[in-house]
């Protein structure tokens, strides 16, 4: 069992920036790949971002890369999400992931049903 563990949301106005933390216990050592996705009222939960555990290669949606950056902790099993340059368009809830199964390509964990552990999530919501 993996516990995620989310923090650092709230009400920042456009253009501002935020720092989302995700903090992982349990059985840490078995996780491959961590994971933020968000969901606003009434839309799907959609992917954000990855990170590889070891080695820290990382992946982006389209819609928040070059603004959003991944990366994490391995000494504090945190994982980060710096979220810069924010739209009304990125409010929603995050939600950390992690999946502990092996993977052959960071570009295939794109969707909820590839992580196997969810954290409750923190809100973010970006005013105009």
């Known amino acids: 069992q993996v516990q995620l563990v989310e923090s650092g949301g709230g009400l920042v106005q456009a253009g501002g920036s935020l720092r989302l933390s995700c903090a992982a216990s349990?059985?840490?050592?078995?996780?491959?790949?961590m994971g933020w996705f968000r969901q606003a009222p009434g839309k799907e939960r959609e992917f954000v971002a990855a990170i590889r555990w070891s080695g820290g290669t990382t992946n982006y949606a389209n819609s928040v890369k070059g603004r959003f950056t991944i990366s994490r902790d391995n000494a504090k099993n945190t994982v980060y999400l710096q979220a810069s340059s924010l739209k009304p368009e990125d409010t929603a809830v995050y939600y950390c992931?992690?999946?502990?199964?092996?993977?052959?390509?960071?570009?295939?964990?794109?969707?909820?049903?590839?992580?196997?552990?969810w954290g409750q999530g923190t809100q973010v919501t970006v005013s105009s």
């Open positions: 349990g059985r840490t050592f078995s996780t491959y790949i």
């Open positions: 992931a992690a999946r502990t199964r092996p993977v052959g390509s960071i570009a295939a964990v794109t969707t909820t049903t590839m992580y196997d552990y």
